[in-house]
């Protein structure tokens, strides 16, 4: 019995070794992605199973029988392979699918490599990727062809064991194409260009509608620096040479009061102050629409104020054509 065995064991062996051929038909996008059918052609055995694994992460994944009937396979994805478990129906079965992780770009010059295996012996095993317009090859391990003004790669195996790993790799680099800082630095260059027109519009700006008198002001002390070299060509005047009835310094005049420190202004509340305030602040003297004007004291409250104002004896009013002046009595006096 154990040569028998022995013997079926063999038989069922060389029976399923390279039971199938695959072939692949692909292309690589501008933007690196590429597009992809395979192809295989099993011997007939309906309801078989067929493993595949891919060490990139596959997208838009269709599988069709030989009718063109759509399967529903079982799929797992990660972020750097593809498990696909497939039941055949009988003898043949197409599968297309997208992936934009088979390749890598690093300023101009791309990296592609896509590595597969298959759960089933192939017999013949062909694939085909071509490279995008104005592909310049660098390296690979296939073999290149043209497909007009196309760089085509070309990959080709026998007898492939189950489960044998198959490497597609290839560089290449794409004339004309930006590297990828190129639109990073222009983006930035546009964004500091930007910031400073609007620092500059904000400075001229704010020169603009500074006042006058600032730029005055400025020149102030180097004035000031000369005074001293004005005051040699200045002759001395000695006491002998004034009048004698002239005193060298004159006594000064008495120091106002101020308003603050008025004891008649210190009991006021304090929209009576403000309305003194800017009586004061006018030379003692002002309309009651400047004041409105000038503290936006409500109309009515101000007209009621400044009738007790006038009625304590603080505030007087005095026809000036066709509107009153409003200005301090004795009892008050301006800074």
């Known amino acids: 019995m154990r040569p028998a065995f022995i013997l079926l064991a063999f038989a069922l062996l060389v029976a399923s070794a390279f039971a199938s051929s695959v072939s692949m038909d692909g292309a690589i996008g501008q ?12 011997p007939p055995n309906a309801g078989q199973n067929l493993n595949l694994s891919f060490s990139s992460k596959l997208q838009s994944i269709v599988v069709k029988d030989r009718s063109g009937l759509i399967l529903t396979p079982q799929i797992r994805t990660g972020d750097n392979f593809t498990l696909i478990q497939i039941s055949v129906p009988y003898d043949y079965i197409e599968l297309e699918f997208t992936t934009d992780g088979a390749t890598a770009k690093t300023g101009a010059d791309w990296k592609f490599w896509l590595m597969l295996r298959s759960s089933s012996p192939v017999s013949d095993f062909s694939a085909s990727v071509t490279l995008p317009a104005g592909a310049k090859l660098q390296t690979s391990n296939g073999a290149v062809a043209t497909k007009g003004d196309l760089l085509s790669l070309t990959w080709t195996g026998k007898n492939l064991a189950a489960n044998t790993l198959v490497n597609l790799r290839a560089g290449y680099a794409v004339e004309g194409q930006a590297s990828d800082w190129l639109p990073a630095l222009a983006a930035i260059a546009v964004i500091a260009l930007a910031a400073f027109g609007a620092r500059w519009a904000l400075s001229r700006r704010q020169t603009e509608i500074q006042p006058k008198h600032t730029a005055k ?6 004035a000031k620096k000369h005074m001293p070299a004005a005051k040699k060509h200045v002759p001395a005047v000695s006491r002998k040479s004034m009048p004698f009835s002239a005193p060298l310094l004159q006594p000064a005049e008495p120091a106002k009061p101020k308003l603050e420190e008025n004891p008649i202004f210190m009991t006021l509340n304090e929209t009576d102050k403000e309305i003194i305030r800017e009586i004061s602040a006018e030379g003692g003297k002002t309309t009651q629409a ?3 004007m000038r503290t936006h004291i ?20 005095s026809p000036k054509g066709n509107t009153n002046l409003l200005s301090l009595t004795e009892n008050l006096h301006s800074k």
């Open 290 to 292: 400047r004041i409105y």
């Open 217 to 222: 002001q400025k020149h102030a002390p180097a």
């Open 31 to 42: 933007d690196g992605q590429l597009k992809a059918k395979l192809s295989f052609e099993l």
């Open 298 to 317: 409500a109309k009515a409250t101000l007209s009621r104020r400044l009738a007790a104002l006038e009625n304590r004896g603080l505030v007087r009013r």
